[in-house]
């Protein structure tokens, strides 16, 4: 590979390094805001944030298959390779900051899940719960007899 080359697959390296850079920003932008809305309930936003977080995951790992043979491409001895060392290890410190924004969301739901299946059980076993479910006129007698004759 001739030095102009090997100056493209390094520039376009660095190119799709910055636009994962990006993806995991946006990814733990999208994973804080889903943590407030997680803890505020509302379900709707957290399935829209939910689909939005898969479509960037699934454009890092999209990126990275682009990635993986540019860096099988680039010599292991380039006057980059301790620049491109650095931005990996970013973006490895990016990839874990997501990841762990993630468990605390996964937490926080699981935690949510569990008031709101003790908050049914009380309500399963409440009796004014359950009295106030029935109709005043469902224990009303039902009349048998009716006078025709007035």
Request: a neutral charge; glycine letters at 4%.
């Amino acid at each position: 590979m001739d030095t102009a080359q090997q100056s493209a697959v390094i520039k376009r390296l660095m190119k799709l390094f910055n636009q994962q850079s990006d993806c995991y920003h946006r990814l733990i932008g999208v994973l804080e805001k889903q943590q407030g809305y997680i803890r505020t309930g509302s379900e709707e936003s957290i399935l829209a944030h939910v689909s939005l977080g898969e479509q960037i995951i699934t454009e890092i790992f999209s990126i990275q298959k682009s990635i993986d043979p540019l860096e099988a491409m680039c010599p292991a001895v380039t006057s980059l390779a301790d620049e491109i060392t650095a931005i990996k290890a970013v973006l490895d410190a990016l990839n874990n900051r997501a990841l762990a924004q993630s468990e605390q969301n996964k937490t926080l739901l699981s935690q949510c899940m569990t008031a709101i299946r003790s908050e049914i059980n009380v309500l399963a076993t409440n009796p004014l719960a359950i009295s106030a479910k029935r109709s005043l006129y469902a224990q009303a007698a039902v009349p048998s007899l009716i006078d025709i004759k007035g």
